[in-house]
């Protein structure tokens, strides 16, 4: 899923400080398993955003809305019966969802109150990693179903580098080296052999590096 | 000019604070009337949002009272109020009403004395803070901020 | 002769090449690099230029290679996968070739967090294994990666890095044999204090035969004092320091510690000379260039032959 982290309060609070009405909208989807975004969080952001204006001398009223989701059409019909009302929106989806949101109600500045950062999983309550990179151009195949682009610091494809030791990263001893998971799985899987083909240059066009993405299913399109 | 008497808010754990707090009583021990207290089945019950609200409402301070560590009744949910508390208190810095004005204290259910302490403790530390900063603009006459105040307290039991 | 450098001439005719490095400046000022070069001159074969080294911005390792040729030394200059995409890679190779630089080494490069710029955007279109398949390519094919003829195409002798110590220990060799069979035509590895773990290295590249396809330089770095060996053994990535040299370091004392390096460093040349495979070494003495030539003497190296 996609995993973002909440923007600093002081930071919120710079982004609203000319409206004196808000709507603070979550969404069921991504943000709310990583506890970003959901509707406890938008609970309580509204509630810390009401309470610092409210000590600043200037009340803030907001209406709190959690979405199913940002990111499909149908899903934001909720929040067109209460848009009116509000001059802007505070959105604590993705990033996908804020820009959705900001197509969808042209009327509305947008604010984002979370940052989004990557393509993750749960390692455990509490804790997420990134996992995948969205390149485009998926060689999960050929290393063992790990991710050199997404869990190298380097992207390198032909790993590791020289500064892997105790199987950490030479930037931070808390971040597995990618390269040494690869090598250990394939190792697991018999499959060390494939760490003797070197694996070609990469089509970067695939990324977001080709400019911004598209994927169509004519057999869908009504 | 009157002295401020602040609104403080203890959320207490029914096999422990709570106890300790009907003990006090009993043993006639003198604590600010300016405590009112919430009875919860365990500290863990509490949710950021209880913490945030109170404040909303007009409390001045707050605190969460459970077990001593490691006898939480109901095992962790002691460790659980710890963090959500320190997460709080640095949402409420941040909103800049203070940080300070919520803490968690640990006690057990013979610990009258430590209730009434605690008690008596966080509300100098109240007053001493002043009122809760989201009052500071609020119109104030002498006798209908004091009746203001007492109704506010009732609410906050009744609702939260 | 792929490329006719000097240590390419050296190497191929079978004799022991030493190479040394040099550190450019974080500026603009060139009588620094001046000063270490002729510190070096006639101890070495050819001097390594690094590419902004730990990701601390220097002076580009291109401009210091051309001031080396135009001070009639040989460069080898590295290149790093962590700054620039292959379009600028192969632009600078063209120009390095045309300012006369004739060797060059393709690295991975250190991550920029460890640098003076860690907010910088990292590149790594290609890592280091793709960048010498490519240099290989503009040598022998004459094409660029995207397939196009290349109008004099540059004759480079190709390095890389090798670390024997580095995790995981049983894949290095394999990592090796890929790099060779990229295209590598001399690997320098990163400094060496255990030498039985360099030995049994070894004995798995002769295995490999990879002795046979590709020159290998051991890389030696002379110890100021202890506090420099504890600190390569503990905080440097890849490194590894055996106990004895510590305490080697430790018991010369203050006043004996620089001497007991330089012997340190020179009983390790004698002792790589031995090791078949090993064509040669990779002198690395960081800000202490001032020895160069004590060690090289000392180690009977000198002259270095005119080729």
């Known amino acids: 899923m996609i995993i973002a982290e909440g923007k600093p309060i002081k930071e919120i609070l710079a982004m609203i400080e000319a409206y004196d009405k808000i709507i603070v909208a979550g969404c069921k989807g991504c943000v709310t398993v990583c506890s970003t975004g959901g509707e406890k969080e938008v609970g309580i952001l509204a509630s810390a955003l009401r309470l610092a204006r409210q000590a600043q001398g200037k009340p803030l009223e907001t209406k709190e809305i959690t979405l199913e989701r940002q990111c499909d059409t149908e899903y934001l019909e909720p929040m067109r019966e209460i848009v009116d009302a509000y001059p802007a ?41 990134e996992r995948c990179q969205a390149c485009g151009n998926c060689v999960l195949d050929r290393t063992g179903g790990i991710c050199p682009v997404a869990r190298c610091s380097k992207s390198l494809f032909n790993g590791p580098c020289g500064g892997s030791k105790g199987g950490k990263c030479e930037i931070d001893s808390q971040v597995d080296c990618g390269w040494q998971l690869i090598y250990d799985r394939l190792k697991e899987l018999g499959q060390l052999d494939k760490l003797e083909i070197i694996l070609p240059v990469k089509d970067w066009s695939k990324n977001r590096d080709g400019g911004p993405r598209k994927r169509v299913r004519e057999d869908l399109k009504i | 000019m009157e002295k401020f008497e602040p609104i403080v808010i203890a959320f207490c754990c029914h096999y422990c604070a709570y106890t300790a707090a009907d003990l006090a009583g009993t043993m006639r021990l003198q604590y600010p009337y300016n405590v009112r207290i919430i009875r919860l089945p365990c500290t863990g019950k509490v949710d950021i949002r209880h913490l945030l609200e109170v404040f909303e409402k007009g409390a001045d301070g707050a605190y969460v009272a459970g077990c001593l560590e490691g006898d939480c009744h109901f095992l962790k949910g002691n460790f659980r109020a710890k963090k959500r508390v320190a997460l709080a208190k640095q949402i409420l810095e941040d909103a800049g009403i203070g940080g300070e004005r919520l803490e968690m204290y640990n006690m057990s259910a013979a610990m009258g004395p430590r209730f009434a302490e605690v008690a008596r403790e966080m509300t100098e530390k109240i007053r001493k803070l002043g009122p809760s900063p989201i009052k500071k603009n609020a119109e104030r006459k002498a006798h209908s901020a004091e009746r203001k105040e007492e109704q506010t307290a009732e609410h906050i039991t009744q609702k939260v | 002769m792929k490329a006719g450098s000097k240590l390419e001439k050296i190497l191929s005719s079978g004799g022991f090449a030493v190479t040394g490095e040099l550190g450019p400046p974080k500026g603009t000022d060139v009588s620094v690099i001046e000063r270490k070069a002729n ?73 920029q967090k460890f640098g003076n710029h860690p907010t910088a955007k990292n590149v790594f279109d290609l890592d280091s294994m793709q960048l010498i398949q490519a240099v290989k390519r503009m040598r022998d094919e004459h094409k660029v990666l995207g397939g196009d003829e290349i109008e004099g195409p540059p004759q480079m002798f190709i390095g890389a890095a090798a670390n024997p110590f580095a995790d995981p220990f049983e894949y290095r060799v394999i990592r090796l044999a890929k790099k060779v069979a990229s295209g590598t035509d001399f690997i320098q590895t990163q400094c060496i204090y255990d030498m039985d773990k360099f030995e049994r290295f070894m004995q ?28 390569m053994k503990e905080k440097v990535a890849g490194m590894e320091v055996p106990d004895e040299i510590i305490n080697r370091m430790k018991s010369a004392g203050k006043e004996k510690a620089r001497e007991e390096g330089l012997n340190i460093c020179v009983e390790q040349i004698q002792r790589l000379r031995q090791v078949p495979g090993v064509h040669g070494i990779h002198l690395m003495a960081i800000e202490w260039e001032e020895v160069v030539h004590t060690i090289v003497e000392r180690a009977g190296l000198l002259p270095r032959p005119q080729v």
Not at chain 3, 210 to 231: C, D, F, N, Q, W
Request: hydrophobic share 45%; net charge positive.
């Open chain 1, 89 to 129: 929106i505070l959105s604590l989806a993705c990033g996908a969802g804020i820009q959705f949101l900001a197509e969808k109600f042209r009327k509305h500045p947008l604010l984002p109150g979370v940052d989004t950062q990557f393509i993750g999983v749960t390692e455990e309550q509490g804790v997420w990693t």
């Open chain 3, 39 to 111: 510190l070096l001159k006639g101890n070495v074969d050819s001097i390594n230029v690094t590419d902004n080294q730990t990701a601390i911005v220097r002076m580009s390792s291109i401009a210091v290679s051309a001031i080396l040729v135009r001070m009639g030394l040989e460069p080898n200059m590295q290149m790093v996968c962590r700054d620039r995409n292959r379009i600028a890679m192969q632009s600078d190779i063209f120009g390095a070739y045309a300012l006369g630089i004739r060797n060059i080494l393709c690295l991975s490069g250190d991550h």
């Open chain 3, 204 to 231: 798995m590249v002769r295995d490999r035969g990879l002795h046979e396809k590709t020159h290998i330089l051991a890389g030696v770095t002379p110890l100021k004092s202890v506090g420099m060996a504890r600190y």
